[in-house]
């Protein structure tokens, strides 16, 4: 395990490959990277890039990748693709637009399905994250699909967490507006090349003026991701949030967020499991019938499941 710690450390691509399939794999080895790795995380900041699909998240990232490289620095992908027919083909279109990347060795790009991770999205792109991080690639951009129609929630794992709306793509606001608010650092509106965007950022704007004045401003930026207009400006703005991140600390609050987030995705799954095997077992036919007759009140029946659960709960590993 140290050993391809190690090499992943010394930029072994074929061990980082490794490492993440890894990483969304329930077997011990599995297990035992993810522990392994934890502790050398929390030194780079991660953008997260969120929003409807088709908004132009993955061109901005492809946009914002060749402007990293031009300034020197290695970047790292993480990219969750539901496997939704509404999405493949914006799967398809993100391998497609990044595959230019893919020989450049300071460029690592890893697509992550729903289907993947027996512990869910948010964990499986924070591990893959985390690895990125132990190989060196500074910034790591993460993208997901936007906003309460994933189980991935950006702003668990981001530190910079940019919305990418565009033109017919997401721009019913009072939707949006509630949830974005919350964890957008920036707000891009993407296809200013279109008609509708000019509506569209304005609409944004007058929604999110009124959030000028608290300390949790949301930026908001009109950009052009597919001719790169303006793209060079919003990275100005991303480097130098990425730069409060590392200065204010933030970071420690952030990393503590981040592995209570996991404890508790775990606990849940553990949790629930136990549950499911409590309900199988016969002394719980006995109580639905005790319940069901009105012999025992709905308090009563969930004390003595759970003293149930509690009792099969035996399967902790290591
Ligand atoms: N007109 C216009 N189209 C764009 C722009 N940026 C991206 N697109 C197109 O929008 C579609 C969806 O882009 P994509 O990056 O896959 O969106 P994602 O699902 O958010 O990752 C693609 O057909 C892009 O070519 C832009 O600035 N202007
Ligand atoms: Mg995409």
Redesign the pocket.
Known sequence: MDTLVDRIRQGDRRCLARAMSLMDSAEPQGRRLRDSIRRHSAQVPWWG?T????????????ALLIRLRARGRRVGVV?VDPTSPL?D??FL??RV?MMRHAVDPDVFIRSLATHHSPGGLSDATLHCARLLELARFDPVLI?T??VGQSEVDVADVADVCVV?L?PG?GDDIQLIKAGLLEIADLLVV?????PD?NRLLTAVRQEFAAAAGTDRPVEVVG?????G?GVDELLDRLLELDRSVRDTGRRNQLQYRRVLGEIKRAAMLTYQRALHRGLEDGAVRELVDKLARGDLSLESAVAQLSATVAGAREDAPD
Do not use: H, M, Q, W
Request: net charge neutral; proline share 5%; aromatic share 6%.
């Open positions: 890039f929003g409807p699909p088709g908004a132009g998240k993955s061109t901005l990232i492809d990219a999405s083909g914006a279109g993100d637009r993208e699909v936007g990418v565009g793509y993407n296809k200013c090349d279109l965007a950009i052009e991701a597919k001719s207009k």
